[in-house]
């Protein structure tokens, strides 16, 4: 048990933190597409020690979903991932379903996706808001598809998260199926900048520059998905806790592993 003169320092290092976050995440834009648009076109290296606060630069966390994708997803229907950014968990994707078909709100981060994809022929990416009327239709052309969304929902607010789910209903129709795996940090933005190893005198480059240029994020948990996917419109086949990997920014290796949780899906007709 920690004695109460160090619960006190504790105490002050968390208060005197958030003048600073507050100071920086003034100049995050309040649009949603300009803020991650300008976010993707400033960055210069994506993969392990880059400048994307969520991405680890490995296959780890992918495979920990492979037995919950080939549990429920239909391996002949093509995969959507949405909100791909630079399109790494797109590519894995590529290995296990006919199509992968990559989807980001930013014109750079799918410039950059397109490069780092290049040869591979059943990759491809689009630019799309799914948020806007009707964005599920057509996306993967004649047929049902299977979704794949990691680190999304977090930061939509409400209205934005059930305009998502609306148009995911038209994409997966009544044979695909939406994998979901979202952060679900149980603290305050406080909380959640400390966990990822900042301190009063120095924020790591990839998490200063979300706070700098980004929505702030919530979480999304069991209670998250059942308000906004609720039961009498989707059956939940699988849910469960599991960790979301990011970018190594400290020599502490817990740092870069955040809670999360993830859920299986399936349209009700």
Not at 72 to 94: E, M, N, Q, Y
Not at 126 to 142: Q, Y
Not at 146 to 173: K, M, S, Y
Request: hydrophobic share 40%; with cysteine.
């Amino acid at each position: 048990m920690s004695s109460p003169v160090a619960a006190v320092r504790s105490a002050l290092r968390k208060y005197l933190m958030v003048p600073k976050l507050i100071r920086l995440s003034r100049s995050a834009p309040k649009d949603r597409p300009l803020a991650w648009d300008r976010y993707w076109a400033g960055i210069a290296a994506t993969g392990p020690r880059g400048e994307v606060l969520w991405d680890s630069g490995n296959d780890h966390e992918l495979l920990g979903y492979l037995d919950a994708l080939q549990r429920h997803l239909d391996p002949g229907l093509p995969v959507v991932d949405i909100g791909c950014g630079h399109g790494s968990f797109t590519r894995g994707l590529a290995a296990f379903f006919p199509q992968a078909i990559g989807v980001d709100v930013s014109d750079h981060a799918v410039a950059r996706a397109r490069r780092e994809s290049a040869g591979m022929e059943n990759v491809s990416y689009v630019v799309r808001d799914m948020t806007a009327p009707g964005a599920g239709h057509g996306l993967a052309g004649p047929t049902d598809a299977n979704v794949f969304i990691r680190g999304v929902l977090h930061v939509l607010e409400p209205a934005d998260q059930a305009a998502l789910v609306g148009n995911l209903r038209d994409l997966v129709g009544t044979r695909g199926t939406v994998f979901l795996a979202e952060t679900n940090f149980q603290g305050d933005p406080v909380d959640y900048v400390t966990h990822l190893g900042a301190t009063i005198r120095d924020i790591p480059a990839p998490l200063e520059r979300a706070i700098r240029e980004l929505p702030m994020p919530g979480h999304f948990g069991p209670s998250e998905c059942g308000r906004v996917m609720p039961p009498e419109a989707w059956e939940l086949l699988e849910d469960g806790p599991v960790t979301i990997e990011t970018n190594r920014m400290t020599d502490v290796a817990g740092e870069s592993l955040i809670p999360g949780y993830f859920a299986v899906l399936r349209a009700r007709h």
